[in-house]
């Protein structure tokens, strides 16, 4: 399975000074070609409209401004020098623009530069004005980022322990003087390197060309382009000696050449260590979290909980979770079970999802947890008695500092544990116990039970209410029987990924079409179509500002009930009432805009 290319941006290839460089009058200082002008050596990584940084340089901004770089995911840090990190201060207008802290990851050290050189970002003191709003995450093996694995590579640069990195099919490679024998077997099978080659005589911490050139003989990429160049090269000039050398596949790199990297299909490839979703770190094996919580880590605030539907309930529970985690320094967790205890337990009386687990992790995410904990729910995790319960889990595996559940919480076996127990076991330990009473809203409590009845019986608009957002159908798009298409309005059909839909009948909806960050509004009837003599249950969607092919995927989010699905006499009847259901839809959105009555996301 092929998966969509990365795209690898040269931001700047210039040594720490840049080129020109202040004050000289060298024939590459004042070169007329536009491949003589270096910024300091930055790249970026994009994907699905999605971008990571590798280190903000003294020119980040001109570079942003140059790229139209608008949003980051995450930045990567290869080390602490000034030429790599003094533009970090130019990360507050995209941190302001995401609400959520900007992952930052890079080693020990080069967070103690930035920590100590941008004190005033780190300080929690109150400010006047902005400071970049950051979440140093220290790298202790390979990550996932815009759905591709990232593998650090260790780098010798003079005395200093630095990070290049490894995606896909290509590498980034920037400061350095020495590879160590076990980082080269990680760059085996490139298709492109981009690698330090500073100048022709040699220096203490970087690589001379010649030195460039020997590494790419024992590592073979299919192409290999230097980075962080001194005016001592000239672009054109030093090409064609590489050329003549035999090194036609070896290139200078300039500011703004971009280079497209083949990545393997994420979901099916090598597994990662730790997935990522967009900065929440996902553990789905105690392999996996066991080296993120473990001895000397920083401890874990959890909120427990199925979190089906990730209500307005389960949001108190997560961002008081996220606040405390804040103040202690610990990691904001999510835990949760998969499946869902019942359905282990009980299958015959589970009730039927509201959510998806991806949908789940999406939204921990958007609330700002930052570590999600999946524990895979057995026969025998539920033969563990609460006290077990909190001894293994809890403590020798999350290194818990304090718990948040919901009142009505049960945990071990027979559901023995109730919330007084856990505050027992807490004092015990020495872990806070946080039990949240039920949230109401809109007079209801509101809890995943009520929400599924409205569901079910169609009221999707007070369903919304509760969940703080619209109700959410996510899946394929599939072909549908084509009947009525034909006679009356194209419509895309969705095989929907949650187990719970709305009662039969008409509803105002937006759609997502995968690929397109805007919802469209539409229309969608769920039910058997009984015009047609349909049988099978169909979720179908009319978009009313859609024309062109969909794609393989989309989101449906229930607004409003129209009305029940009923007979008609024929086609005719039939387009006519559909008609008058897309100038209800148009009314409702422009009443909607109007006034926002309704203060759900969109
Ligand atoms: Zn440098
Ligand atoms: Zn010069
Ligand atoms: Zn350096």
Redesign the pocket.
């Known amino acids: 399975m092929s998966a969509t290319p990365l795209q690898l941006t040269i931001l700047g290839s210039g040594?720490?000074m840049g080129v020109p460089t202040i004050g000289c009058r060298c024939a590459v200082c004042t070169s007329p070609d536009p491949r003589d002008n270096r910024m300091r050596?930055s790249v970026l990584l994009s994907r699905n409209g999605q971008n990571v940084l590798i280190d903000t340089t003294p020119d980040f901004r001109s570079q942003a401004l140059r790229a139209g770089i608008e949003r980051l995911e995450a930045v990567l840090l290869t080390h602490g020098?000034a030429?790599?990190i003094m533009g970090f201060d130019d990360l507050r207008p995209l941190s302001i623009g995401q609400k959520r802290p900007m992952p930052v990851y890079g080693n020990a050290q080069t967070f103690d530069i930035v920590r100590r050189a941008f004190a005033y970002a780190f300080d929690g003191k109150p400010k006047v004005s902005s400071v970049p709003s950051v979440l140093l995450k220290e790298i202790n093996g390979p990550f996932e980022l815009l759905g591709v694995r990232i593998t650090p590579i260790p780098l010798e640069h003079g005395e200093m322990q630095v990070f290049g990195f490894r995606f896909g099919k290509a590498a980034y490679l920037?400061?350095f003087n020495a590879v160590p024998e076990s980082s080269l077997a990680m760059l085996e099978g490139l298709d492109d390197l981009v690698l330090d080659a500073l100048r022709d005589t040699p220096h203490p911490m970087h690589q001379t060309v010649e030195q460039a050139l020997a590494l790419v003989d024992k590592l073979k990429p299919k192409r290999a382009w230097f980075t962080?160049i001194a005016h001592d090269l000239g672009h054109a000039e030093t090409n064609q000696r590489l050329e003549r050398l035999g090194y036609g596949h070896v290139q200078l790199a300039y500011d703004g050449l971009q280079i497209e990297v083949a990545t393997e299909a994420s979901a099916h490839g090598a597994p990662s260590e730790v997935s990522e979703i967009a900065g929440l770190a996902v553990f789905d094996a105690a392999e996996k979290w066991r080296g993120f919580y473990g001895a000397g880590g920083r401890g874990s605030v959890l909120a427990i909980g199925n979190f089906d539907g990730i209500h307005l309930g389960h949001q108190a529970i997560l961002k008081r979770a996220v606040e405390l985690a804040a103040k202690t320094g610990a990691v904001a967790t999510a835990l949760t079970f998969e499946p869902s205890p019942l359905k282990v337990l009980r299958p015959e009386s589970a009730p039927k999802r509201i959510s998806t687990p991806e949908q789940r992790l999406e939204w921990f995410r958007a609330v700002d947890v930052e570590s999600a904990v999946v524990l895979p729910f057995t026969v025998e995790l539920s033969k563990l008695t609460p006290q077990q319960f909190v001894e293994n889990i809890l403590l020798r595996e999350l290194a818990v500092r304090a718990v948040l559940v919901g009142e009505n919480f049960r945990f071990g076996h027979k559901q023995a544990g109730d919330t007084n127990l856990l505050r027992e076991l807490g004092s015990m330990h020495g872990f806070e116990v946080i039990a949240l009473p039920p949230v109401s809203a809109h007079g209801e409590v509101v809890s995943s039970t009520v929400i599924r009845r409205e569901i079910a019986v169609g009221n999707v608009t007070q369903a919304g209410r509760l969940l703080g957002r619209p109700y959410v159908l996510t899946g394929e798009i599939v072909r549908g029987t084509g009947t009525g298409h034909k006679f009356t309005f194209p419509t895309l059909n969705l095989k929907p990924d949650q187990e719970l839909l709305p009662a039969a009948g008409v509803y105002i909806t937006r759609t997502v079409l995968d690929g397109e960050r805007k919802s469209r509004r539409s229309v969608t009837n769920i039910g058997v179509r009984p015009t047609f003599d349909g049988t099978a249950l169909t979720v179908e969607t009319h978009l009313l500002d859609f024309v062109g092919v969909a794609p393989a995927r989309m989101e449906l989010r229930f607004w409003k009930r129209l009305r029940s699905e009923k007979r008609f006499s024929g086609p005719e009847e039939l387009r006519a009432q559909i008609a008058r259901d897309i100038r209800s839809a148009n009314r409702f959105f422009t009443l909607l805009r109007k006034f926002r009555i309704l203060r759900l996301s969109d």
């Open positions: 040594t720490s050596t020098h030429d790599h920037t400061d962080h």
